[in-house]
């Protein structure tokens, strides 16, 4: 079992940054493939950034990349999304996922979620 808490969310201006962090529960956490996932209200909940347990390989949705950097400290049971010139788009409740196995873009092949952070920025 793995227990998922993200933070970090709030309001900001567009153009501006935020940092969401997940902490894990658990001593297996290195061996999980983490994701970063949003939804807004009335719609599904769309991939955002996903990392494989070495954090060598990452995976970005189209709209953030170059913007949104996925980052893990497998000792510190923490994964991390950098946002960076945020959008009046990218208002949405962030989730973490975790899944064992490789990362994964698809929402349903993940395992573990957090209870999400609320990310809003204005224009």
């Known amino acids: 079992q793995v227990q998922l808490v993200e933070s970090g969310g709030g309001l900001v201006q567009a153009g501006g940054s935020l940092t969401l962090s997940c902490a894990a529960s658990?001593?297996?956490?290195?061996?999980?493939?983490m994701g970063w996932f949003r939804q807004t209200p009335g719609k599904e909940r769309i991939f955002v950034a996903a990392?494989?347990?070495?954090?060598?390989?990452?995976y970005y949705a189209d709209s953030v990349k170059g913007r949104f950097t996925i980052s893990r400290h497998n000792a510190k049971g923490t994964v991390y999304l950098q946002m960076n010139s945020l959008k009046p788009d990218d208002t949405a409740v962030y989730y973490c996922?975790?899944?064992?196995?490789?990362?994964?873009?698809?929402?349903?092949?993940?395992?573990?979620w957090g209870q999400g952070t609320q990310v809003t920025v204005s224009s």
């Open positions: 996922a975790a899944r064992r196995g490789g990362a994964s873009v698809n929402t349903h092949e993940y395992n573990y």
């Open positions: 658990g001593r297996t956490f290195g061996t999980y493939a």
């Open positions: 990392t494989n347990w070495s954090a060598d390989n990452t």
